[in-house]
């Protein structure tokens, strides 16, 4: 059983930053996705951004100012947020795919962290 442990949200400005991590308890295979995801209040859980081997994808809504990216050797999976929205309010969950290949969806990935909150204030 893969744990996943998310670090870095917290409050910050529209226009600021924030470094989120995600641990993974185990190696991950490179050609495993790792991705994030988030979920506000009253929304359902959406896709943000995942990488494997293959590449590294962004939803449309964080393209430019989101960037994932990874350290197999840590096991870890990092997302950089940039010039924050207060649409970007939301607790923000990694997760692990146990296959091959790429997914934007939910049901497909196997493993998932707690969640990290991300406020942004107007």
């Known amino acids: 059983q893969v744990q996943l442990v998310e670090s870095g949200g917290g409050l910050v400005q529209a226009g600021g930053s924030l470094r989120l991590s995600c641990a993974a308890s185990?190696?991950?295979?490179?050609?495993?996705?790792m991705g994030w995801f988030r979920q506000a209040p009253g929304k359902e859980r959406e896709f943000v951004a995942t990488?494997?081997?293959?590449?590294?994808y962004h939803a449309d809504s964080v393209k430019g100012r989101f960037t994932i990216s990874r350290d197999n050797a840590k096991n870890t999976v990092y997302l950089q947020m940039n010039s924050l929205k207060p649409d970007d309010t939301a607790v923000y969950y990694c997760?692990?795919?146990?296959?091959?290949?790429?997914?934007?969806?939910?049901?497909?990935?196997?493993?998932w962290g707690q969640g990290t909150q991300v406020t942004v204030s107007s």
């Open positions: 997760a692990v795919r146990t296959r091959t290949g790429i997914s934007f969806q939910t049901l497909d990935y196997a493993y």
């Open positions: 185990e190696r991950i295979f490179s050609n495993y996705a």
């Open positions: 990488i494997s081997q293959s590449g590294r």
